[in-house]
């Protein structure tokens, strides 16, 4: 298509401007030459004369954040289970395999007597792994709720010490208990409030 040019100037104009394209010049209507700055400007896009503004310089990969952009927590990011919570919940885990493991051995090899005994005293060893489930999404009452599980466990294994070895689920019980009523795992179940 070829280009418009105003009634009696001979020349066309450029694109948007209302004035003459100067002849010569090289750049199409309307451009101007790719990465070059706006003219008009001193080739500071801000409209400043002068050079352009360093950017802020950014730490390398890895290196630490000023005081100011380090934060305990991430926006972005769940926080993360104290240490102390999470060896609570593996104990739980391993107290519930153990005792599982005990009810299916005890019912192959003495009696099916055997192995509703070892059952019912690991109900609450149960219980309590699967409060386990919820301890990095829970509340106050999970962990009461585990508490009060893995106590009625350490009863109940106590109980049961004469006839069947729970001594081993016993003792994760009771460092259950230890771990359930520290400061640190009542803070990590009170960060929702």
Do not use: K
Request: glycine content about 12%; proline content about 13%; charged content about 5%.
């Amino acid at each position: 298509m070829p280009p418009s040019y105003p009634q009696g100037s001979g020349q066309p104009y450029a694109q948007g401007s209302g004035q003459p394209h100067a002849q010569g010049s090289g750049q199409p209507y309307g451009y101007g030459r790719p990465g070059a700055a706006p003219q008009g400007h001193g080739g500071n896009p801000t409209g400043a004369p002068g050079p352009l503004p360093t950017p802020p310089q950014v730490p390398p990969y890895g290196a630490a954040l000023p005081p100011f952009l380090q934060a305990p927590w991430s926006p972005y990011a769940p926080p993360r289970m104290p240490n102390v919570v999470r060896a609570a919940q593996v104990l739980l885990f391993v107290g519930a395999g153990y005792y599982a493991l005990l009810a299916f051995t005890a019912g192959m090899t003495i009696s099916a007597r055997a192995a509703g005994q070892l059952t019912a005293t690991g109900v609450s060893m149960f219980g309590a792994a699967i409060c386990a489930l919820r301890f990095d999404s829970g509340r106050q009452p999970t962990r009461t709720t585990a508490i009060v599980f893995a106590s009625i466990a350490i009863a109940a294994g106590l109980g049961a010490a004469r006839e069947h070895p729970t001594g081993p689920a016993t003792i994760l019980a009771i460092a259950v208990v230890v771990l359930l009523a520290q400061h640190t795992t009542r803070d990590w179940f009170l960060r929702h409030h």
